[in-house]
């Protein structure tokens, strides 16, 4: 026998022998491993036209559509209020908000789809989608010469004001990432984490972010990134806009507030906005230290007024990229909504024996600790 022909029959031998059921049976085997149901869970900002926020509103006044499906809200929540299970009036509209010739008064309960493996039962629902964790991440390379005091009290202050916050977290960059202090309640020890920075080095703001967005990713309940950046990133490796991507796809809003020094640079301030915007966060500008706290006061002004929305997505063959669309009903059409605009499902797996959790891409994810 010719040695290439036998190096196919090994081959073959390989393929046959791992496709071949370990207990001799499909129907008996029964793997340790799963693929569970996506929970995305939206952050949205609604303002009239002078743009001052819109609060009061209800479950039935919003219709999300994910690639032009209608979806069933599942959770609903508004500002610092815990989230609660509700009945979705998903299917007494149409995807552009106009009501359905087969509307039903009061709607439906949602889509908690008990017929499928692995999905969080709905009284489990409330811990996964309720808390919300502020991660800091502020520059402290040699670009921070100037203002480092004045930036770090701002800080201070900022994290001292998040009452409606369960955890906040402080970490610092230059070239490399410094995670200063983990997300914790204890907003004493977290402040002395500010406190205790110093300046100098390059900026790698992306190749950080990007770690700060793995590392929110692991929490349950709202994710936020406050980034504070006096000037350009002159050395990382990771693009922009993968940074965007996973913040989108695991449900983390950024907001960006950045000196004079960066919005002299045509392309940082470009690629500020868009990350913000894609992620449903804002860019802000300050040209001197007041500006900075009346940035930081903003950004605490628009969490305490996001409304809170996730769903299970209906069946979509779509592998990737997903969009998102959220509109308001009836006379509440005029009012302008901020949110992100999609994202891309990532694997997730998880042990028959461990806790049930929901996938890292809607945003739902089971609360752990970086």
Avoid at 24 to 36: A, E, N, R
Avoid at 322 to 348: D, F, M, Q, S
Wanted: charged share 20%; hydrophobic share 35%; proline share 7%.
């Amino acid at each position: 026998m010719s040695r290439s022909r036998l190096l196919l029959l090994c081959f073959l031998s390989i393929v046959i022998l791992e496709f071949e059921s370990p207990i001799g049976s499909t129907q008996d085997y029964q793997p340790d491993i799963h693929v569970i149901v996506n929970m995305v869970q939206l952050n949205v900002a609604v303002t009239d036209n002078k743009g001052n926020y819109v609060t009061g509103l209800r479950p039935e006044d919003f219709v999300i559509t994910e690639d032009a499906i209608a979806e069933k809200l599942a959770t609903f929540g508004e500002g610092d209020e815990p989230t609660r299970l509700v009945e979705s009036a998903s299917d007494n509209v149409k995807p552009d908000g106009t009501p359905s010739p087969n509307a039903k008064p009061g709607g439906t309960p949602p889509r908690v789809m008990p017929d499928l493996p692995g999905v969080v039962p709905a009284s489990e629902l409330g811990s996964l989608v309720g808390g919300s964790n502020v991660f800091i991440l502020f520059d402290t390379s040699n670009y921070m010469y100037r203002g480092f005091v004045f930036a770090q009290d701002a800080i201070s202050d900022f994290i001292r004001s998040l009452e409606g916050t369960e955890r906040v977290a402080f970490y610092s960059y230059s070239r490399d990432l410094s995670r200063g202090a983990s997300a914790s309640s204890d907003r004493t020890r977290v402040v002395q984490a500010v406190r205790s920075t110093v300046a100098g080095d390059d900026a790698a703001l992306y190749n950080c972010l990007l770690l700060t967005v793995k590392d929110a990713a692991q929490y349950s309940g709202r994710k936020v990134i406050v980034v504070f950046s006096n000037g350009p990133d002159n050395s990382s490796v990771v693009p922009p806009e993968d940074v965007a991507e996973l913040a989108q796809s695991t449900g983390t809003v950024i907001y960006m507030i950045s000196t004079r020094e960066a919005q002299l640079e045509p392309v940082s301030t470009a690629v500020f906005e868009r990350m913000t915007a894609a992620t449903g966060g804002k860019a802000y500008f300050a040209k001197n230290w007041r500006d900075e706290k009346q940035a930081f006061s903003s950004i605490r002004d628009d969490l305490s007024h996001l409304y809170s929305l996730s769903y299970y997505p209906r069946a979509n063959p779509n592998p990737g990229w997903r969009a998102i669309t959220v509109k308001l009903v009836g006379e509440k059409k005029k009012y302008h909504i901020r949110t992100r605009n999609g994202y891309r499902p990532l694997p997730a797996r998880f042990s028959a024996e461990s806790n049930l959790s929901t996938q890292p891409g809607s945003s739902g994810e089971a609360p752990g600790n970086p």
